[in-house]
C-alpha cells in the first residue's frame, strides 16, 4: 500500500524536531573548522537508543556543514555494523579517503595537492594486509613514486618509512636485497589512516569521519572473554580521535560505556513524542500516492494511529508497526491483538508468540529493566532465553555488565502499560 514507505529511510530532509541539537553540533563543527589549529581533532559522539534518530540526525549535520563549509570539506563515513574488525573499518576510510579526495581534486577552484591521492592509495593498499611481505611493500610504494614525489604530505609516508623501514628514496635495485615480513596489525594500521587523514588537513582539506554503529562492530557479550575482545575493538578503533579531523562517533545508550573520559563532548538524544512521531509520518506522506493519503485523513484511522504513536514512542519501532498494519488493515484497537500476533508471526518466525509474550509482561513497564535471574526465569530455561537475546527482544542495560535486562523498543508496543506514562 505504502509507496516508499522505508522504515530505515536516514534521508535528512525528513528529520523533524531536531533542530537545537542540530545547530549547536552544526556551529561546535565549523568552529573548529575556522578556529582549529590543525594539530587537534574534535571528537563528539552521537548517543541514544536504537531507532531513535542518531543515524539520521548526523546525516542532517553533514548535510548543513557541507553546504555552509564551501567545496573542501571530505567526508568520510563508515558503518560498523557487521564489520566485525578494527581493521575492516579503517580499511574502508582508508578507501573512501581515495574516493573523497580524488572527487574534490576534480571540482574546479579546488587546490587538492597532487601527491595526496597518491598517498591515500598507499594507505589504501597497505590497509588491504595484515602481513605482508616486505619486498612487496617497497613495491607498492615505488608504483607510486612519481606521484609521491610531487610531495607535500608526508605524515603517512614517514611513519611508513620509519616503522617499516620501507620508502620511496630506495631504488628500486635494493628491493633485491630486502627481505622479511612486515606486519602491519590493527594498531599500527590505526596510526597508519591517522597519519593520512592529518596529511589530508595539513594539504588544507576539512576531513570528517563519522562512524555510525560503532556498538555493532562486533555485538557479542555473553562472556567476559568476548567482552574484553570487543572492548579492544572498539578503543582501538576510537584511536583515530588523535587524528586532526572531527571524529563523530553514534553509539547506542547501552553501549556508550566504552566512550572515555576523554569522549565527554556528546549529544543525547531523547525519545520523540508520540505528537511527533505522527509529525514524522506526516512528512513521509509527502512521498505517497492519493490513496494512502487519503487514508491517513480519516478520522478514525488517524485516531488508532495517535493511540499507536502513544504506546510505541520511538520512531523507528513506529514506523515498522505502523507499515505493517496498514499495510494489513490491521491499524485499530479492535484488530490490534491480531496485529500484535501476525508481526511476531511475520518477523520473529523463530520465537514462540507465547514466549515473547511471558517475557514482556514480568517487566513492570515498557521501558523498564529487570534481573538476569528474573528474565531467565519468566523465559522458563537457556534456550528460550537465549533465542530472545539473539533475536533482540530483550538486550542488557549496559552492554558491558549484563545483569539487568529491558525490552527492545520494538516489543514496547506490546506490554499491558505501553501508552500509559509510568
Ligand atoms: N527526528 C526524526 N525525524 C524524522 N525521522 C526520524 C527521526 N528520528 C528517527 N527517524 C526515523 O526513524 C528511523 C530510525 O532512525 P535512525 O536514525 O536509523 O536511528 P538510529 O540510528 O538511532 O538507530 C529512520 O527511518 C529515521 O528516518
Ligand atoms: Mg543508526
Not at 14 to 19: A, G, Q, S, V
Not at 153 to 177: C, D, I, P
Request: with cysteine.
Amino acid at each position: 500500500m505504502f509507496l516508499s514507505l522505508d522504515p530505515t529511510d536516514t534521508n535528512p530532509w525528513l528529520l523533524i524536531n531536531r533542530d537545537e541539537e542540530r545547530k549547536a553540533l552544526v556551529g561546535r563543527i565549523l568552529h573548529h573548522f575556522v578556529t582549529g589549529d590543525g594539530r587537534r581533532g574534535l571528537t563528539w559522539s552521537v548517543v541514544g537508543d536504537k531507532g531513535v534518530g542518531k543515524s539520521i540526525f548526523t546525516q542532517a549535520v553533514l548535510r548543513d556543514v557541507r553546504s555552509a563549509a564551501n567545496l573542501e570539506t571530505a567526508i568520510i563515513q563508515v558503518d560498523c555494523r557487521g564489520k566485525g574488525s578494527w581493521r575492516a573499518v579503517l580499511a574502508e576510510v582508508a578507501d573512501q579517503c581515495v574516493v573523497e579526495i580524488d572527487a574534490l581534486s576534480g571540482i574546479p577552484g579546488n587546490v587538492v595537492p597532487k601527491g595526496l591521492l597518491a598517498t591515500a592509495r598507499v594507505g589504501a593498499a597497505f590497509a588491504r594486509f595484515d602481513g605482508l611481505e616486505l619486498r612487496d611493500a617497497h613495491e607498492r610504494l615505488l608504483q607510486f613514486k612519481g606521484a609521491l614525489e610531487l610531495g607535500g604530505n608526508r605524515s603517512l609516508l614517514s611513519f611508513l618509512s620509519s616503522g617499516f623501514q620501507v620508502g620511496v628514496q630506495r631504488e628500486k635495485s635494493h628491493t633485491q636485497a630486502i627481505e622479511g615480513r612486515i606486519v602491519l596489525d590493527a594498531s599500527r594500521l590505526g596510526r597508519a589512516i591517522a597519519a593520512l587523514l592529518r596529511d589530508m588537513r595539513t594539504s588544507g582539506l576539512r576531513v570528517i569521519v563519522l562512524l555510525d554503529n560503532v556498538d555493532e562492530l562486533d555485538h557479542r557479550y555473553r562472556t567476559e572473554g568476548e567482552r574484553e575482545h570487543v572492548r579492544q575493538e572498539v578503543e582501538g578503533l576510537l584511536g583515530l580521535r588523535e587524528a586532526p579531523v572531527v571524529l563523530l562517533v553514534n553509539v547506542r545508550t547501552y553501549f556508550n560505556g566504552v566512550l572515555t573520559r576523554a569522549m565527554m563532548d556528546r549529544t543525547l538524544l531523547r525519545p520523540l513524542r508520540p505528537s511527533d512521531l505522527q509529525t514524522l509520518l506526516q512528512r513521509r506522506m509527502e512521498f505517497e500516492d492519493a490513496t494512502v493519503q487519503a487514508a491517513f485523513r480519516d478520522p478514525t484511522m488517524l485516531a488508532a494511529a495517535q493511540a499507536l504513536a502513544a504506546r510505541v514512542g520511538n520512531p523507528l519501532a513506529w514506523l515498522y508497526w505502523v507499515k505493517f498494519l496498514v499495510e494489513r488493515d490491521l491499524l485499530s484497537e479492535s484488530r490490534f491483538e491480531e496485529g500484535c500476533h501476525r508481526f511476531l508471526d511475520t518477523y520473529f518466525t523463530q520465537v514462540n508468540a507465547d514466549d515473547v509474550s511471558r517475557v514482556v509482561r514480568v517487566f513492570t513497564h515498557p521501558e523498564g529493566d529487570i534481573s538476569r535471574e528474573d528474565l531467565l526465569a519468566a523465559c522458563g530455561n537457556t534456550y528460550v532465553m537465549s533465542q530472545m537475546e539473539d533475536h533482540q527482544v530483550v538486550e542488557p542495560r549496559d552492554f558491558w555488565n549484563p545483569v539487568r535486562y529491558q525490552l527492545d523498543p520494538l516489543f514496547h508496543v506490546l506490554h499491558p502499560r505501553a501508552g500509559h506514562s509510568t
